[in-house]
């Protein structure tokens, strides 16, 4: 079920007609389903069968408060990674108490922050990291709940810049070192140990990965508690992919009915860290046609998104669909879809068949919801893009599209200048 769909040729978000958002709000400008938000919602939930579990959505995917607020009302938590995600998360009324903190670089006021709010546990990285916390909670006279990410060196099989769970990055302790950090850990007087966490790397499309990382993580918990140290969150991370192109990743079902037998003898608490998995295939970027141009080796259809409104093209070659917002009845063409900014890195989808196109007529950039407006910019001093959340046969406006005036809003000029 799709509830980004054609009705007479023209693409209509639920019940609501993208070309009038388009009319109302400009563009470029990102679009959200409510619906499909709760039916990932639902589907991540229902998969738990019983399990005692917290889900905690990674905000990294998609930080808007409006979205960050229907999550909060599910019942979900939050990953975070930056005292700026911990701002967003409590402001859209996500309890501190089902928030994990990830990272390998926390600074001190960000980790004071989270340790004020009282977050459910620290995810540290490195024995450096360990001892800071212990440190900053030692001054604020508390203990600091804390999971090490144990990095089980498994290949997640997903691009690179994606790919975390292996040594040769800089992410987690290596699992054949954990057991020292632990004891460490168990050393530093204001840590408390209640977890363990891992997270291998982002887009995973199969099954083994998961399953693999999760049987060393469960072994190595039954290694922690022989000698004393007791875990309560058992934290397998996000990186359950999504259908981009003609990918078939697991569903949250089939996933959590291969790893909740693996995990069930712990009695842990199963906390997960989707992100793309539930916002991804719920946003589309929606973009204007302004030029068509050829040579006698391409064709351009240049469009008014580029790279600083959605950076996945450019950053990893990542592939999205792109359907025009009114089908007609016309040839089919080879092209570069391409944005406005001076960089030939600088394109949507490249060597792409698609509907031959006219300056003002739209596209949809499908699958943007994830990664998308949380990684743009103002490159170029563009003006980051609307955001919009349909909800039936309504549309609102979640974010204004940045004015010009926004670009300088923090510069100064020093009086010598002036
Ligand atoms: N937990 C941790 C510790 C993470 O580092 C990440 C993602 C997640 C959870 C959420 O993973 P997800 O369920 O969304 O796969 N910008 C890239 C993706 C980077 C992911 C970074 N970490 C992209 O556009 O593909």
Same mark, same amino acid.
């Not at 069968?49 to 995917?61: D, F, M, N, R, T």
């Not at 212990?134 to 804390?146: E, L, N, Q």
């Not at 460490?184 to 499309?205: C, D």
């Not at 996945?312 to 990542?318: I, V």
């Given at each position: ?76 938590? &939050?990953?975070?990674?930056? *005292?700026? =995600?911990?701002?967003? +998360?409590? !402001? #859209? /009324? @996500? ?7 990830? &990272?390998?670089?926390?600074? *001190?006021? =960000?980790?004071?922050? +989270?340790? !004020? #709010? /009282? @977050? ?20 604020? !006279? ?277």
């Amino acid at each position: 079920m799709d509830y980004f769909n054609y009705r007479r040729g023209k693409l209509f978000a639920e019940d609501v007609d993208i070309q009038a958002i388009a009319e109302k709000v400009g563009t470029p400008f990102y679009v959200y389903s409510h619906r499909t938000i709760t039916r990932h919602i639902n589907a991540v939930r229902d998969a738990f069968s019983g399990h005692p579990h917290i889900v905690c959505y990674a905000l990294k995917a998609n930080s808007n408060g409006a979205l960050l607020r229907i999550f909060a009302r599910e019942g979900f938590g &939050g990953d975070i990674v930056s *005292g700026g =995600e911990l701002f967003r +998360a409590r !402001k #859209a /009324g @996500i309890p501190s108490k089902k928030i994990v903190y990830a &990272g390998v670089g926390k600074t *001190g006021p =960000e980790i004071r922050a +989270a340790l !004020k #709010a /009282g @977050i459910l546990m620290f995810n540290v990285e490195s024995n450096d990291e360990l001892r800071a916390i212990d440190r900053i909670a030692a001054s604020m !006279k508390k203990r600091a709940p804390v999971a090490l990410r144990v990095n089980p060196d498994i290949d997640a099989g997903t691009h690179p810049y994606i790919t975390t769970g292996m040594k040769k990055y800089k992410f987690g302790i290596p699992v054949d070192e954990a057991l020292e950090s632990y004891r460490l850990a168990k050393s530093l007087k204001n840590i408390e140990i209640v977890g363990v966490q891992k997270h291998i790397g982002s887009q995973l499309t199969e099954m083994r990965p998961f399953v693999e990382s999760a049987e060393r993580i469960v072994s190595f918990v039954e290694r922690l508690r022989s000698e004393g140290i007791g875990i309560k969150y058992l934290d397998m991370g996000g990186g359950l992919g999504i259908r981009y192109d003609d990918e078939t990743p697991p569903e949250p079902h089939e996933l959590l009915n291969r790893l909740i037998p693996l995990v069930k003898h712990t009695s842990c608490t199963l906390i997960i860290e989707p992100g793309r998995s539930i916002i991804g295939n719920a946003g589309m970027l929606v973009t204007s046609v302004l030029y068509l141009k050829s040579n006698d080796q391409k064709n351009f259809v240049i469009v008014d998104a580029g790279m600083n409104d959605l950076v996945r093209p450019s950053l990893y070659d990542a592939f999205h669909k792109i359907e025009p917002v009114a089908k007609k009845r016309r040839a089919e063409i080879k092209a570069d879809i391409v944005g406005p900014i001076c960089e030939s890195g600088d394109f949507i989808a490249r060597d792409r068949m698609i509907q031959e196109m006219r300056a003002g007529e739209l596209l949809a950039v499908r699958s943007a919801g994830a990664y998308g407006f949380s990684m743009s910019s103002n490159y170029n001093s563009r003006p980051r893009p609307a955001e919009v959340l349909v909800d039936g046969d309504k549309f609102h406006v979640i974010r204004k599209r940045e004015r010009i005036e926004d670009l300088i809003a923090h510069e100064q000029i020093p009086a010598f200048l002036k």
